[in-house]
């Protein structure tokens, strides 16, 4: 079957004002938020009018909690230094076949990691887990999709956005031939056996494309087959010694899947023929993502300078053999790990055959490019 997405076109809820993706040719949508039917009228129909529209006369019921989607991070306008804000987004697949372990856990320690490094504001992230009790944030298809579209809603130079997720990564074959490797990459949501996956086309669409100039979005991807996840063009290819260059991923076809002007660059926690562990390797006693385990400890250990420092270290830990972590830095971010994965001394057991990936919407040198959030 042939895929392509189209930046998608957007319309608000008529009730919520919850950003919709519109169905190609629809004249109606119904907001899966909050209920409400917004009808689009078609402009060869309805003669310009200088009076508003009439208001609806649908009430819709109003939900238990308030949706977090029908608006922008609170607090004060963007400035110089724009604003930050972040979806984290950890399943555990809890009594299926699927469980893992860790990626709670992953989702806790990144929220820490935002709030107290990189001084995020606590009520500019959005978390999406099973532990959640609204269910709008529970990591279901639908609301993961929302949740994307409100990470990039609005957004304005200077603002620094992020988007981490732990959970299953899988992929499917590709028919449009925009894939070098010839697959799509896909995250797997809570539900995503009854509702399907989220396709790296549709993520490049919602997130990557329509992202405007000053703006800067990065993705911690924790997840099998993740390397290529948000189908940016370039991709950099690094040996075991550092020696890295800039692999080349525009599609044949020529679509164009970079930004709309703004900066975009992702980690991933293995190249996309390869599977992310949820081990306890890095615990005697609990599980974690080893990628997201080994980001927080590169940033807490000092090798947070530049890009290329971060990529190295993550991938000079999961190789390593009998390593310890009696000694993480002594940062507090570790200083949370030690409680969540109760400190215990790691052996990586011989190293685990994945290798964190790093692409971007441009290539840059990831020596001398500083890593900041």
Request: net charge neutral; glycine share 10%.
């Given at each position: 079957?042939?895929?392509?997405?189209?930046?998608?076109?957007?319309?608000?809820?008529?009730?919520?004002?919850?950003?919709?993706?519109?169905?190609?040719?629809?004249?109606?949508?119904?907001?899966?938020?909050?209920?409400?039917?917004?009808?689009?009228?078609?402009?060869?129909?309805?003669?310009?009018?200088?009076?508003?529209?009439?208001?609806?006369?649908?009430?819709?019921?109003?939900?238990?909690?308030?949706?977090?989607?029908?608006?922008?991070?609170?607090?004060?306008?963007?400035?110089?230094?724009?604003?930050?804000?972040?979806?984290?987004?950890?399943?555990?697949?809890?009594?299926?076949?699927?469980?893992?372990?860790?990626?709670?856990?992953?989702?806790?320690?990144?929220?820490?990691?935002?709030?107290?490094?990189?001084?995020?504001?606590?009520?500019?992230?959005?978390?999406?887990?099973?532990?959640?009790?609204?269910?709008?944030?529970?990591?279901?298809?639908?609301?993961?999709?929302?949740?994307?579209?409100?990470?990039?809603?609005?957004?304005?130079?200077?603002?620094?956005?992020?988007?981490h997720y732990s959970g299953?990564?899988?992929?499917?074959?590709?028919?449009?031939?925009?894939?070098?490797?010839?697959?799509?990459?896909?995250?797997?949501?809570l539900d995503f056996e009854?509702?399907?996956?989220?396709?790296?086309?549709?993520?490049?669409?919602?997130?990557?494309?329509?992202?405007?100039?000053?703006?800067?979005?990065?993705?911690?991807?924790?997840?099998?087959?993740?390397?290529?996840?948000?189908?940016?063009?370039?991709?950099?290819?690094?040996?075991?010694?550092?020696?890295?260059?800039?692999?080349?991923?525009?599609?044949?076809?020529?679509?164009?899947?970079?930004?709309?002007?703004?900066?975009?660059?992702?980690?991933?926690?293995?190249?996309?023929?390869?599977t992310s562990a949820d081990?306890?390797?890095?615990?005697?006693?609990?599980?974690?993502?080893?990628?997201?385990?080994?980001?927080?400890?590169?940033?807490?250990?000092?090798?947070?300078?530049?890009?290329?420092?971060?990529?190295?270290?993550?991938?000079?830990?999961?190789?390593?053999?009998?390593?310890?972590?009696?000694?993480?830095?002594?940062?507090?971010?570790?200083?949370?790990?030690?409680?969540?994965?109760?400190?215990?001394?790691?052996?990586?057991?011989?190293?685990?055959?994945?290798?964190?990936?790093?692409?971007?919407?441009?290539?840059?040198?990831?020596?001398?490019?500083?890593?900041?959030?």
């Open positions: 079957m042939y895929h392509n997405y189209p930046p998608p076109m957007l319309v608000n809820c008529s009730s919520c004002r919850t950003p919709l993706q519109l169905p190609h040719g629809a004249r109606s949508i119904r907001c899966a938020i909050c209920q409400a039917v917004t009808n689009i009228a078609d402009p060869r129909s309805v003669p310009p009018s200088s009076q508003p529209p009439a208001p609806s006369t649908h009430t819709p019921p109003p939900p238990s909690s308030p949706s977090p989607y029908n608006h922008a991070p609170p607090g004060a306008p963007p400035h110089a230094h724009g604003r930050k804000r972040a979806v984290i987004c950890g399943i555990s697949y809890r009594y299926s076949r699927h469980e893992l372990k860790g990626c709670i856990n992953d989702a806790k320690c990144m929220r820490y990691l935002l709030v107290n490094k990189f001084k995020f504001p606590e009520d500019s992230i959005l978390m999406l887990t099973e532990e959640e009790t609204d269910p709008y944030r529970l990591p279901t298809k639908q609301n993961m999709r929302m949740a994307l579209y409100w990470l990039v809603q609005g957004c304005q130079p200077g603002d620094s956005l992020l988007f299953h990564g899988s992929r499917q074959r590709n028919y449009n031939g925009d894939e070098v490797d010839g697959y799509d990459e896909t995250l797997c949501p009854t509702q399907g996956m989220i396709v790296d086309d549709e993520i490049n669409a919602t997130m990557v494309r329509p992202l405007p100039h000053g703006v800067k979005l990065h993705a911690i991807i924790d997840a099998c087959h993740s390397g290529t996840i948000l189908d940016l063009p370039f991709l950099c290819r690094m040996n075991r010694v550092g020696q890295y260059v800039w692999e080349d991923h525009r599609p044949a076809s020529g679509l164009w899947k970079g930004t709309s002007g703004g900066e975009v660059i992702s980690f991933s926690g293995c190249d996309d023929d390869q081990t306890s390797a890095l615990s005697k006693i609990t599980s974690t993502g080893a990628m997201t385990y080994c980001f927080i400890q590169a940033i807490e250990r000092g090798h947070g300078a530049t890009y290329g420092s971060i990529l190295s270290a993550m991938r000079n830990a999961i190789r390593s053999v009998g390593s310890s972590a009696g000694d993480l830095g002594g940062g507090a971010v570790t200083s949370l790990i030690s409680m969540l994965l109760t400190g215990g001394s790691v052996g990586l057991g011989g190293g685990l055959r994945q290798e964190p990936q790093l692409t971007a919407c441009e290539p840059f040198d990831v020596y001398t490019k500083p890593f900041s959030l």
